[in-house]
């Protein structure tokens, strides 16, 4: 019976996200009582978007890839250990053992909070279970216990919830997504840094009064801080900086300008297609839980349809490159993650309320921090390759998504016990994050309060 469930989970899993979302979906918002037709056209519309996410990410990566490849040939970059990003990282991570009972676990420990009040996260988003599966996976990889594994899955699902209560209210007042939270990813389990360096800014005279946002940059420079204009300003200047001529820079910058554009109404799409759901499940929480609030969780992809999150993850390209350099006995060569860093700093463009200079310090310790990890977990990414027979032993693999997560770090290295100095250093940093992220939720809680009493 377990290998005939595990079998259907992993048969719909390998069809990829642009399937399984749509099914999972339709399926979920006709057993809350949406009508079958209504929720069909919600199921292919989500399809239609992450078809189209896939697109583009298909083509950053395509494009942007041989150029951030090309620019660290350039500059000489003799890194040992490549990238392989999650696109590489999630086929190994579903490879897992502990892939088969992940979801149950996960979904299991969701309803659990939900039931004990917990959590205000309701997660949908079956897919990036992928990540509480890495945890879980990596754990298992390297103790060889599975116990510690699934104990893995349950850590990372519990955190990622709170996650999505804490940054919920940043989605509904910043990207305006009304109702919906994005508890998992880079964006989540990354943004806290986010929230302690939006508090030293706050301290900092004169460089607390800089604000470079999308408004304020159209007001001084016009034309030029529109969207379209910006993608084709950052896409050439990466083509540039790669070493191609004006046939390849240019091209290159168009692409870019395309990204910019096409991105919002593809996120447009995924959300026309989630507003049966939304609603239906609000009405059915709001009746079991006397209007309690209630947040859907989704893919951190719908943040990418704001101009801020993709301009600042076009900046990163040749920046995570120039900080691989900078950071002594980096091993790391970034790759994989470079056309998708607009993930990592996703949330974090909300916390600074789309202040781009907030975002780029703030993105810079997001980047550096996910470096400094992944250089640390090497060795079990590649254990848990050589287990899923993903690579031959002797071989070095690395993810900056996911193998640069606290989380996963933190949990294995209790474990493990490797290099104690660095596992301290970065659980009481990470603490510490932690805590500020509560106090800028209730701070922002409070502003917006106060916003609606004046209304």
Not at 49 to 65: C, R
């Amino acid at each position: 019976m377990l290998n005939a469930a595990a079998y259907v989970i992993n048969y719909i899993i390998d069809m990829g996200a642009s399937v399984m979302l749509p099914i999972v979906i339709a399926l979920i918002s006709i057993a809350i009582g949406v009508k079958v037709g209504k929720a069909v056209r919600s199921g292919l519309m989500i399809g239609v978007g992450f078809v189209g996410l896939g697109l583009i990410v298909d083509m950053m990566n395509a494009e942007v890839g041989p150029a951030a490849q090309a620019m660290s040939e350039r500059f000489g970059l003799t890194l040992s250990v490549v990238d392989v990003g999650w696109p590489g990282m999630s086929p190994i991570t579903w490879s897992s053992p502990i892939a088969t009972v992940a979801i149950p676990v996960a979904i299991g420990v969701n309803v659990l909070m939900l039931l004990l009040k917990l959590t205000k996260t309701v997660n949908i988003d079956i897919w990036n279970i992928w990540h509480m599966t890495f945890t879980g996976a990596i754990a298992y990889a390297v103790t060889g216990n599975f116990a510690i594994g699934i104990l893995g899955v349950v850590v990372h699902a519990a955190v990622s919830y709170k996650l999505g209560d804490l940054w919920g209210p940043l989605l509904t007042d910043y990207f305006e997504l009304d109702g919906l939270t994005a508890p998992h990813g880079t964006s989540a389990y990354m943004a806290p840094f986010a929230c302690l360096v939006d508090w030293i800014i706050d301290k900092i005279p004169g460089v607390n009064k800089i604000d470079l946002t999308a408004d304020t940059l159209q007001e001084k420079v016009g034309v030029l801080a529109e969207p379209v204009v910006i993608g084709g300003i950052l896409g050439t200047i990466i083509g540039f900086l790669a070493g191609y001529d004006p046939q390849g820079a240019f091209p290159l910058g168009i692409k870019m300008s395309a990204v910019m554009v096409l991105m919002p109404k593809i996120v447009k799409c995924i959300m026309d297609g989630l507003m049966p759901l939304t609603e239906r499940a609000k009405e059915m929480m709001n009746a079991k839980f006397n209007g309690a609030e209630f947040y859907i969780g989704l893919d951190p992809a719908v943040l990418l349809g704001d101009p801020t999150v993709v301009s600042a993850g076009l900046i990163f390209i040749p920046l995570t490159l120039l900080f691989a350099v900078l950071i002594p006995g980096n091993t790391i060569l970034p790759f994989g993650d470079l056309a998708t860093i607009s993930f990592f700093i996703a949330i974090s463009v909300a916390v600074h309320k789309g202040n781009l200079f907030r975002s780029l310090i703030s993105g810079s310790v997001i980047m550096i921090v996910t470096l400094l990890i992944t250089n640390q977990t090497v060795a079990w990414t590649t254990a848990l390759a050589v287990t899923t027979g993903s690579i031959e032993p002797g071989n070095l693999l690395a993810a900056m998504d996911q193998g640069g997560c606290p989380i996963t770090y933190i949990f294995t290295g209790l474990f493990t016990r490797e290099n104690i100095f660095g596992l301290i250093l970065v659980a009481a940093v990470y603490a510490v994050c932690l805590v500020f992220s509560v106090m800028h939720s209730k701070k922002r809680a409070a502003e917006l309060a106060a916003e609606d009493a004046e209304l």
